[in-house]
Every structure is written in structure tokens, then in C-alpha cells.
T-cell receptor, first 114, second 114 residues
Framework: KAGVTQTPRYLIKTRGQQVTLSCSPISGHRSVSWYQQTPGQGLQFLFEYFSETQRNKGNFPGRFSGRQFSNSRSEMNVSTLELGDSALYLC?????????????FGQGTRLTVV | AQKVTQAQTEISVVEKEDVTLDCVYETRDTTYYLFWYKQPPSGELVFLIRRNSFDEQNEISGRYSWNFQKSTSSFNFTITASQVVDSAVYFCALSEDRDDKIIFGKGTRLHILP
């Protein structure tokens, strides 16, 4: 059974640009959640999608958005990139909705904003 | 408000020693869930355990054991007879049933020295 796949693994972008990250969950999982990991702030929850609907959102500005497709694959978009957006972005999938369940994580996308 | 404190930023022990990672949490909810995740150098978080607030039984899984004490709001993790492969960053996390958000501690970086 394939795990959670995140693409790309590494990305370098310039301030002001936008970026889209992709996450393919484990087959059969309908919940996808996104996290940002930085040395300063640690691991922070961004949002959760279940059955193509955003169910939950963390405390991030509107520049951070996402969506989920009918096949449960999810994309996360960050517009007008800032240097502080440099981070490891992790995606997790679960079989059930909610953040109280066991989650399976991908290896992340490391975004560097220059 | 939710809060998870992992006071130990970094720990180094020699292989085969036992080591305990501390986790103290704060919550006003009566129903909540506690997690431990392991993050090896490859980046993905690996689920270790999930415990709900009504189950205070300690748990043992191989060399891993967890001590949940509501009286002290702690959920400590012990590795017995540590091995080099246990070297990683370990995160404790809390999710409240009411709020359905998840908050992570800052993590403890564990070095197992051969």
C-alpha cells in the first residue's frame, strides 16, 4: 500500500511569487491535512479537507489556501510568498474526518523563499 | 487554551540506556486526545500512539511505553534499551474534541550514541 506522496520534494521560489504543493493521500483515505514546520514556530496546523470540503483551518493568513479533488488528492497554494514562508510543508492523510485520528504523513515539501 | 510543553529540547544517551521524553499539556476540555510522533531525518512524521483522555492505562509496545497521568497533565514516553535507530525528533501533540484543532509541542531531539 503506497504511503502519502508529496510533490515536489524541494522548491525554491522568489518573494512575491506563488506556489502550489501537491499531496496524494493513502488510497481510500478521504481526509487530508496540511502542516507547516519551521525552526522558530515548530509544527503548525494549516487546514484539513474531507470529501472536497475544508473542515478545519488553523491560524494562517488568507495567502494560504487549499483544495481537495474528488480523488482525495489535495493541493495547497501560497500566494505572494514572503521569506517567512520558507518551511517544510507536511501533508497527512487519515481514513476519518477530524484531527483526533491517527494520521499518516508524507515526507514533505521543503520550500525556500529567496 | 491548548498548550503542549516538551521541556527537553535535546537529549543524548548511550545506546542501550533507557530514556524518558517528557510531555506536559494544558487543556480546558474534558475530552481530548494525546499523540506521540517520531520524525526521523527523512522528514515524515511517524505515528506512535494516540490516547484519549478517558483512558489512563499505561501502554507498552515493544521497547516503547507511555505513562499518561491526568493528575499532572503529563503524557511521558519511555524508550527502553535505546538503539541508534531511535535517533529522531519526537513530538507530543494534543487535540481537543470540542475545537478539533491539533497543537504540537516543540519536539525533543533524541541522539542515541553508539
Amino acid at each position: 500500500k503506497a504511503g502519502v506522496t508529496q510533490t515536489p520534494r524541494y522548491l525554491i521560489k522568489t518573494r512575491g511569487q506563488q506556489v502550489t504543493l501537491s499531496c496524494s493521500p493513502i488510497s481510500g483515505h478521504r481526509s487530508v491535512s496540511w502542516y507547516q514546520q519551521t525552526p522558530g514556530q515548530g509544527l503548525q496546523f494549516l487546514f484539513e479537507y474531507f470529501s472536497e470540503t475544508q473542515r478545519n483551518k488553523g491560524n494562517f493568513p488568507g495567502r494560504f489556501s487549499g483544495r481537495q479533488f474528488s480523488n482525495s488528492r489535495s493541493e495547497m497554494n501560497v500566494s505572494t510568498l514572503e521569506l517567512g514562508d520558507s518551511a517544510l510543508y507536511l501533508c497527512a492523510s487519515s481514513s476519518a474526518q477530524g484531527l483526533n485520528t491517527e494520521a499518516f504523513f508524507g515526507q514533505g515539501t521543503r520550500l525556500t523563499v529567496v | 487554551a491548548q498548550k503542549v510543553t516538551q521541556a527537553q529540547t535535546e537529549i543524548s544517551v548511550v545506546e542501550k540506556e533507557d530514556v524518558t521524553l517528557d510531555c506536559v499539556y494544558e487543556t480546558r476540555d474534558t475530552t481530548y486526545y494525546l499523540f506521540w510522533y517520531k520524525q526521523p531525518p527523512s522528514g515524515e512524521l511517524v505515528f506512535l500512539i494516540r490516547r484519549n483522555s478517558f483512558d489512563e492505562q499505561n501502554e507498552i509496545s515493544g521497547r516503547y511505553s507511555w505513562n499518561f497521568q491526568k493528575s499532572t497533565s503529563s503524557f511521558n514516553f519511555t524508550i527502553t534499551a535505546s538503539q541508534v535507530v531511535d535517533s529522531a525528533v519526537y513530538f507530543c501533540a494534543l487535540s481537543e474534541d470540542r475545537d478539533d484543532k491539533i497543537i504540537f509541542g516543540k519536539g525533543t531531539r533524541l541522539h542515541i550514541l553508539p
